[in-house]
């Protein structure tokens, strides 16, 4: 069964007033037109753990500038209390915290791409405009891959009727 056919969740983080950092919230946009359930978000907040200990599976989107401009990644996500909690929670603790609340988590994945500008301005800079519909093909493929028991054992009973 792929997270698609179970119950998934998008999440775009970013500011849309801040050029290539509007890539999550623009995704979510894009996706949400094709049906798919998304939030976006300016940074992942503690109150996103009561919704995500419903879903099997979560796609974090976001802009990096730690990579080359216009570079997507995939990588999975585990849940990992931060030390200190501050206004906002890294996707690791939000996941943590799903994890405390609601026994379980779900499977998670960030599909970044690489920020040229981050400055403040609407529109995304040229690399990023051109790789964005890889970003949306990579979200649209984890979303579409099977859920494997070993990704989230409570995930997998539950989406197998199991549970």
């Known amino acids: 069964m792929s997270a698609r056919a179970g119950r998934a969740l998008v999440?775009?983080?970013?500011?849309p007033l801040r050029?290539?950092?509007?890539?999550?919230?623009?995704?979510?946009?894009?996706?949400?037109?094709?049906?798919?359930?998304?939030?976006?978000?300016?940074?992942?907040?503690?109150?996103?753990?009561?919704?995500?200990?419903h879903v099997a599976v979560v796609v974090f989107?976001?802009?990096d500038r730690s990579v080359a401009p216009g570079a997507v990644h995939v990588r999975r996500i585990d849940a990992r209390p931060d030390?200190?909690?501050?206004?906002?929670?890294?996707?690791?603790?939000v996941l943590a915290l799903t994890r405390a609340l609601a026994g379980r988590a779900p499977a998670a994945f960030a599909v970044t791409i690489g920020a040229a500008d981050l400055g403040v301005g609407e529109g995304l800079?040229?690399?990023?405009?051109?790789?964005?519909e890889t970003l949306l093909a990579r979200v649209r493929e984890r979303l579409d891959a099977p859920l494997e028991a070993e990704?989230?054992?409570?995930?997998?009973?539950?989406?197998?009727?199991?549970?």
């Open 61 to 63: 989107v976001d802009a």
């Open 19 to 53: 050029r290539d950092d509007a890539a999550g919230p623009l995704a979510a946009q894009r996706l949400a037109a094709e049906g798919i359930e998304t939030r976006a978000l300016h940074q992942p907040l503690p109150e996103l753990a009561a919704e995500l200990a």
């Open 11 to 15: 999440v775009g983080v970013g500011n």
């Open 83 to 93: 030390a200190a909690w501050s206004h906002a929670l890294s996707i690791e603790a």
């Open 125 to 132: 800079s040229a690399p990023v405009a051109a790789a964005f």
């Open 151 to 163: 990704e989230d054992p409570a995930v997998a009973s539950e989406v197998s009727g199991d549970a």
